[in-house]
């Protein structure tokens, strides 16, 4: 099984990705930020695939496409990136991230990624996780974006719960589970994570009885 069917190792390594394209302090810096907030157990696999030169030269979704369907029809060298399951995954995730990115620079000419996310979350709504993370990056971290979060988790967007509880005040964090637990199904599917987001958060008591409630589904 591959690190990257968790939850925890996939959203890593596309906001990590993410980060590292539109900002320009690197892959190290972004990982730095990315993994600690997504709780990852896999940090040196993700540091080591997002470290190899072949994974980073790879800047459109257009290139890894052909780079994939190299590695999946034609290539006999084992040691080529992506002959290995978690970094031929990797290379999904990546595509994933290159996609938005072009996504934005199609959707607005401004050179800032700050204020193309701005403008695009405003019109469509579904960018709050990352918006946040870039604001956390730039030390901007205040009740708008804890607003904004919270808006997306009540919409059904996992990714900005997790964001939300790594980057709220310890006093609020049973409350935002709690909004979690009621509103996002699918964190049914993802105990493991439930476990792990509050044995960190030291809210276990709510994390128990959410797990007996799995337990009965």
């Known amino acids: 099984m591959s690190i990257f069917e968790s939850y925890q190792a996939n959203r890593s390594l596309y906001y990590t990705i993410l980060l590292a394209e539109l900002m320009p302090n690197g892959y190290t810096w972004a990982a730095d930020i990315v993994l600690p907030i997504f709780l990852c157990a896999d940090d040196a696999k993700i540091r080591s695939i997002i470290s190899s030169r072949d994974f980073q030269k790879l800047k459109s979704s257009r290139s890894i496409e052909m780079h994939k369907s190299f590695v999946l029809s034609m290539c006999a060298n084992k040691e080529f990136f992506g002959m290995k399951e978690d970094e031929l995954l990797a290379l999904d995730i990546r595509q994933d991230a290159i996609m938005l990115i072009e996504e934005l620079s199609k959707d607005v000419t401004c050179a800032d990624p700050l204020l193309k996310l701005v403008r695009l979350q405003k019109e469509k709504g579904c960018l709050s996780s990352l918006l ?7 030390g901007k971290n205040d009740s708008r974006t804890a607003s904004m979060l919270g808006k997306a988790l009540k919409n059904g967007d996992l990714d900005a719960g997790v964001v939300w509880l790594a980057l709220s005040d310890a006093a609020d964090r049973a409350a935002i589970y709690q909004q979690m637990s009621a509103k996002l199904t699918e964190l049914c599917l993802y105990p493991e994570l ?22 009965k589904i």
């Open 132 to 138: 946040a993370l870039l604001l956390y990056s730039q």
């Open 194 to 215: 439930s476990n792990i987001l509050f044995k960190t958060y030291g809210v276990e008591n709510i994390a128990e009885s959410h797990n007996s409630q799995i337990k």
